[in-house]
């Protein structure tokens, strides 16, 4: 028997058992969108949750500290053996000071960071509102949200306003006390730009005016590597330096582990709902055997053969899969699309951002394709074997 004629007599069902065959098909849909539902709300909430806290540059940085050295300094002479390590591109440095800072008449303490406007990137600090500083820009300030807060201001209320800053200078020991100086900074600072972060009080001030108070010991250091390839290499040289070191691309790396054991458990659950849906096709392809038992001697008598039988059964299942699965991509997508346009119906109501919890990578949809043809092969085998092998007399007698 020729392919063409298998495919269709194959097809044939969708004339004379429609609205079963109908039905067959959207049971598989619904267990395929199922697992592409679950799985692209996975790989939606990684891409949005990992997009949030790096940058293209903060994956190639590595965090340098003394850690619990207190020999060891992060000084100028300690950034320069660092650059000479082969495959480090930059390195920013960073002073952290506690601070006073006032705004209008309200007053408060918080963390003053010295940082150059590179620091940023390598950070992968994002802002809420306004802009970074520039290298000309010395009485320019960026302000976190939650320091904001201290003062009773919305961010599109603190741009340009005038902050004055008293600084309190590293401590020193003397006599068992601790003496603490503190530094009147000679600026007017004006706010020029508000970091996304609720959760900690700080200031970012540029470099250069931790260089005029002749502070040259860092708090922590950016290394940004020329290649990710780079990356374990550099920072064994730091370590052997006797640094401390961290890198933003272990966190992520944990995360995506975190997020692919999400997506097996959100697969597991769709898997269970197409479990269900190739029963019910099971039951269909046994029914259609059933009722054609007669058809099936009469194309025996007439020359057919086993293989043509199997082939002829093995292919409706084949068919039914693969409407399946384009079904169930409808159905999963169109049911993203229907949540996610409902979260963000209510994010909106809220006062929230909208934003985008599902992601459907195309070798996945590919996949889901071949997936759907396999478990109607699969579920399509046992009636076809059957099928084959049912005697040519006994068919025709069948009732």
């Known amino acids: 028997m020729l392919v063409v004629d298998i495919f269709r007599l194959s097809t044939r069902m969708f004339r004379t058992n429609r609205s079963r065959t109908i039905l067959t098909i959207l049971g598989i849909g619904v267990g395929i969108g199922a697992i592409l539902f ?41 950034i320069k053996d660092i650059e000479k390590i082969p495959g480090v591109s930059k390195v920013s440095p960073l002073v952290s000071l506690q601070a006073q800072i006032s705004i209008d ?17 390598l950070d992968g600090t994002e802002l809420a509102f306004g802009e970074f500083y520039s290298p000309q820009e010395e009485d320019k300030i960026v302000i976190s949200e939650a320091a ?17 800053i008293n600084i309190f200078l590293p401590s020193q020991e003397e006599e068992n006390k601790i ?15 508000i970091v996304k972060d609720e959760n900690s009080n700080y200031i970012y001030l540029p470099l250069s005016i931790a260089q005029k108070l ?30 401390s070191v961290s890198a933003l691309s272990d966190i992520i790396e944990q995360a995506n582990q975190i997020f692919r054991v999400v997506q097996i458990v959100l697969a597991l659950f769709g898997i269970v709902a197409l479990i269900v849906s190739a029963i019910g096709m099971f039951n269909t392809m046994t029914i259609a055997l059933l009722e054609r038992t007669q058809e099936i001697g009469i194309m025996k008598a007439l020359g057919a053969t086993s293989v043509d039988i199997w082939n ?5 299942s084949i068919i039914i899969g693969f409407f399946g699965g384009l079904s169930g991509l409808v159905i999963g997508l169109i049911s993203g699309e229907l949540f996610n346009y409902g979260v963000n119906l209510l994010a909106g109501a809220l006062g929230g951002e909208k934003i985008d919890l599902f992601y ?6 590919i996949l889901i394709l071949v997936f759907s ?27």
């Open 214 to 243: 002749n502070i040259d010991n860092y708090s922590r250091l950016k290394v940004k590597v020329k290649d990710k390839d780079q990356l374990d290499s550099v920072r064994n040289a730091i370590i052997e330096k006797g640094f």
């Open 38 to 78: 679950l799985v692209s709300l996975g790989y939606g909430l990684q891409k949005l949750i990992l997009s949030r806290i790096t940058t293209s540059e903060a994956l190639l940085s590595l965090d340098v500290t003394t850690g619990d050295n207190e020999i060891l300094k992060l000084d100028n002479r300690a």
């Open 148 to 164: 904001l807060m201290l003062f009773n201001l919305k961010p599109e209320e603190s741009y340009n306003k005038i902050v004055h």
């Open 105 to 121: 008449d309200i007053s408060s303490e918080l963390t003053a960071n010295f940082a150059r406007e590179d620091f940023f990137k």
């Open 179 to 193: 003496l603490r100086d503190s530094v009147n900074l000679d600026y007017n600072f004006k706010i020029k730009g």
């Open 373 to 399: 043809v396999v478990v109607g092969m699969i579920t399509g085998i046992y009636p076809a074997s059957r099928a084959a092998k049912i005697n040519c007399l006994e068919a025709l007698r069948y009732k």
């Open 360 to 365: 459907t990578p195309l070798w996945f949809i």
């Open 312 to 316: 002829l059964f093995l292919g409706e």
